[in-house]
């Protein structure tokens, strides 16, 4: 009432109340009385609270510039934006993909560089290399076909002059042998060598023909020209050897002056293989290979426990491995068995359940069937997880659920039941090993051939085994287990 | 901006500054706090939060900046009962009569004593002589919570100051 009387004072009382409550104060006495004092407590509060005529109007001209300035301050911006539009914003995705996309391309580049750097380096030595050896072999060609014509002339001269002696006729001779110079700077070239050889074969040839006329001359001048070549030979063969050496040399310091310590064996691998040449497949980093593994390790765990078969899957005896099972369970497969199939308050019998597939060694998969859940329920659960593979969601399986009525015929299930014991339906209830606990065991018993494997007495879950068709006559025969389960 | 800022003030800062000098019951101090959520309101509008009823928004952060400052004075004058007299005796009007100025001091100090949304409707209904409609409206919440809340805070208040007289 004392509400309703404030809203009247405050006049916040709707018509029809109102009326009605002036006629109840004009009848009821002490509701009056109420109706006073309430008037006077809200009179003198309103005269306390009630504020003086010194109360400002207008916030000071000091106080509006201020908050202009702040207004203001932000203007620009939005004026900006304004003209500018709506700003593309790049999708957050988009953005890290073209991130990732130039940090790999960069490492690529800078991977291949390094990598080529030596061989790219030792390409460019050697192709300097045979420009000028190919100069130099253009260079002593050259000086040696002068120096050949030159002795020839002289020599058509003295011959036809008659001055030619053994000593003056070998002395044109000596410029057929590259100068000093040009030796020196020759590079060992397999080709010049040939040449060299071929035009040493040449010069007694021209010889004969130049002495035709004088054969006791002509025949010292053989000899003395075949002793020539071979000392010539000789001496070619030495220096060549030097060179040789001296180029080794060079070759190896330069090859100390490059960085890339695997330059010998890149060069190496890319005279022996041209796959070679390609860029060696970048490594990648420790801690994504860790990654990796650990995403295969764990892909390779959900493979194991999500296999399409209904309730708790025991794959492994291992105890890590169960261990891990047991956390993935928790969280994901034994959150949706618990909803199906499974009351979570059973979780020590579930425990118990697993120390029993652990005791037996068992890496067949099992079925939990509740002692709560109804029948219908637990086959529901159970084509759910066979056709779990299609079936993911948590929805489509509430609807599967709901699809199952728990006023459906028992019998029925029951009759399902019975035939899949029997191994004569598999696909309702195949041969494997299942989990029950005692009352459902009990009841299952009266229908199906059960052979038990084990059981826990604390909790008295036990072992089921349903046989498969050939094995369903050997299944019929249970042993003593299942008779001092009985008794109890 | 500033137009739109320009409106608002011209619109709200007549009662804003009513309602900030019933509870500050001081000129300059109700200033502050009546530039100051409109200094909040444009920091929210830079961070383009959306505010669904301006006014009650501006209502709302009104009475928090009071309310911030009386706790603040409350605090000085528990620290340093000197400075704090000083400062009484700067904010008291001085043609007020003791009396009132007593009553009205502890109506205030009590009012501060109740939760933050009785104070604050207590505030509309009493001082501003607001509608229920209008203090629903401020809140966010219902005519019909409004009357509630209203009754069990005037209930409260009027047996403290009861007792307080007697």
Redesign the interface.
Known sequence: M??KL??YL?G?LPEDERSELETQLSEDAELKALHDELKQ??E???E?????G???????AD??E???A???A??PA?ADNSEAGEPIQMPRTMWWSVAACFVIVALIGVLNHNKMKPAMEMTKISSDMAAEKSSLTKKAKSIQVNSRRDSREITEKKSQEGLGTEKEATAPNSPVIAPEEVMEEADLVDNLLADEDAEMEEEPVAEKGAGAGKGAKADTKNESGENRKKRKMVQQHEKLADMKKANRAIAKTEKSKLPAPSAGKLKDKMKADPVAKKPAKMPAPKTVRRELKKDAETKALKKQIERPVAGLIMDSVDEAKAKTAKKKMKSKFFGKAARLSFDKSKEKELLAGIALLKKNQLAAPGFILSEKATLSGNLAAFHFYRESEKRQTKTEANKMLDSVKKSEDEAKDLAILKRASAGQKAKALPAGIYLMPEALYLQYKKIANLQIIDWDKKYKIYLIKISPVADANAAKTEPKAEAEADEE | MSTDIKELIDLHQGELLHYAYGLVKNQDTAQDVVQDAYIKYLKQVKEKKDIANVRAWLYRVTHNNAMDHLRKFKRVSELEPEFAERIEDKQAAPDKSLEIKDASEAAVKLLGTLPEREQQIITLKVMEDKSYKEIAEIMGITSTNVGFILHSALKKLRTDLKSLTN
């Open positions: 004392d509400e404030i809203e405050h916040e407590d809200l003198q509060l309103s306390i609270f009630t504020v003086d010194e109360a400002p109007r207008e916030l000071s106080r509006l201020a908050i202009f702040e207004a203001e932000d203007t939005e």
